[in-house]
Every structure is written in structure tokens, then in C-alpha cells.
């Protein structure tokens, strides 16, 4: 099975603070996402990658960079956490076309105080 | 802006019922759909997809049906169990940079199973 996992199940920061939250899969795949989850408005790209070094932004990525130094790895940073950033936030993974279904990660949850 | 979104936000069904979860979707370019359920305090997990050169694709105990005529999305989940009780959303691809998809979600159904 492919497993993507999520370094911190819950992390609490205070404004201003430099957050970073971690990724990694383990099925070689060529495709990592990161998403964040509010209530009643689903799941939001922030960024994702196609490949090492490369990143494209998504739906929502002001205030956030990334970075995937390493195939397997994908990093999200909040420069400055705001209490606005406060939220769950979604690492998935996957091949690419045509096998395109994303595989996820359990999620962290993150505060900012 | 286009966007993925459900009839109902929250659903109950009788255990042993058949469940029937909407979507409608408005990107009629859309050729990718796919269907996730999350449980409390976890990640979503991966029911089903389906192209738009289908109507229909089951498994087991789910069945995905695509309308694209009225751009409609349905799940249908056969003899509803507790461990049904999830909320399920509906994605489907707006477009796609090389060979990464951007799937885009709805904001949700909530399944609850009444025993």
C-alpha cells in the first residue's frame, strides 16, 4: 500500500513564526500536493510538484512556499504564520496520468495562536 | 468561479439502506472524476473514479454514475453499514501542468448510518 506520511499529527505556533510541515511517500511517485481543509469549503491546492525542484502554485498560495529537494519529499512553509493559516492541512501524492487518483496522508492539524 | 459542489450537506440512512450521494460539477471540459471518503481524524481515502467516456463503473458495494448531459456525479453505496459513516467528496480535474492533475473538491457530503 502507499503510504503517505505527515510529520506532525498537530502542531501549535504563534503568529509570526516560520512553521514548516513535512512530507513523504514512499511509491516513487512523480506527482506531491499539498492542501489545506476548512469547514464547508472542502479541500484547497496550495502547490503542488511534478517533479524534484519543480512547483507550481494552486488555488490559494499566498502566504506559503514549498519545496522538494528529494522525489520522495515535499515541504510546505508558512513564512509567517497567521491566525488565518489555522487549519488542516493535507499531503497527498501520485503517479500521474494516467493513473491519476490521489493517495493522502492523515493530515495535520495545525494552530496558530 | 466554476466549482465542484453538492446538493446536500449531510445525509442519514437507515443501516441496510441504500445510500445515494450527489455532485454536481460545471466544468464541461472535466474528463476525470473521483470519489474520496474521509473518516473522523483521518486522511481521504480513494472509493472510486470514473471518465467521461463512461456512465457507470462499480465496486464493491459503490457504483459512480456520470451524467455528463446535466454535468451530475453520483455515488451509490449498496447496503449502507456504520462503517459507511464518513463524509465523501467528489473531485474532478480543472486542469492539468505536465503530468500533475489539479483535481478540485467539493465541500462535502456528511453519511451518517442510523442503526
Known amino acids: 500500500d502507499v503510504k503517505v506520511t505527515q510529520s506532525s499529527r498537530y502542531l501549535v505556533k504563534r503568529t509570526g513564526e516560520k512553521v514548516f510541515l513535512e512530507c513523504v511517500q514512499d511509491?516513487?511517485?512523480?506527482?506531491m500536493f499539498w492542501y489545506r481543509q476548512d469547514p464547508g469549503l472542502g479541500l484547497r491546492l496550495i502547490y503542488f510538484?511534478?517533479?524534484?525542484?519543480?512547483?507550481e502554485k494552486g488555488d490559494i498560495p499566498e502566504g506559503y512556499s514549498v519545496s522538494r529537494e528529494k522525489k520522495e519529499r515535499f515541504s510546505l512553509i508558512l513564512e509567517s504564520a497567521s491566525t488565518n493559516q489555522t487549519s488542516m492541512y493535507l499531503c497527498?501524492?501520485?503517479?500521474?496520468?494516467?493513473?491519476?487518483?490521489?493517495?493522502f496522508g492523515s493530515g495535520t492539524q495545525l494552530s496558530v495562536l | 468561479g466554476e466549482s465542484v459542489g453538492l446538493h446536500l450537506p449531510t445525509l442519514s440512512v437507515q443501516e441496510g439502506d441504500n445510500s445515494i450521494i450527489n455532485c454536481a460539477y460545471s466544468?464541461?471540459?472535466?474528463?476525470?472524476f473521483i470519489w474520496y471518503k474521509q473518516e473522523s481524524g483521518k486522511g481521504p481515502q480513494f472509493i472510486i473514479d470514473?471518465?467521461?467516456?463512461?456512465d457507470k463503473r462499480q465496486g464493491q458495494r459503490v457504483t459512480v454514475l456520470l451524467n455528463k448531459t446535466v454535468k451530475h456525479l453520483s455515488l451509490q453505496i449498496a447496503a449502507t453499514q456504520p462503517g459507511d459513516s464518513a463524509v465523501y467528496f467528489c473531485?474532478?480535474?480543472?486542469?492539468?501542468?505536465?503530468?500533475?492533475?489539479?483535481?478540485?473538491f467539493g465541500s462535502g457530503t456528511q453519511l451518517t448510518v442510523l442503526p
Open positions: 497527498a501524492s501520485n503517479r500521474g496520468q494516467p493513473d491519476e487518483k490521489l493517495f
Open positions: 511509491m516513487d511517485h512523480e506527482n
Open positions: 510538484s511534478y517533479d524534484v525542484k519543480m512547483k
Open positions: 466544468n464541461s471540459a472535466s474528463d476525470y
Open positions: 470514473i471518465r467521461s467516456n463512461m
Open positions: 473531485a474532478e480535474n480543472i486542469r492539468s501542468s505536465g503530468s500533475a492533475r489539479q483535481l478540485t
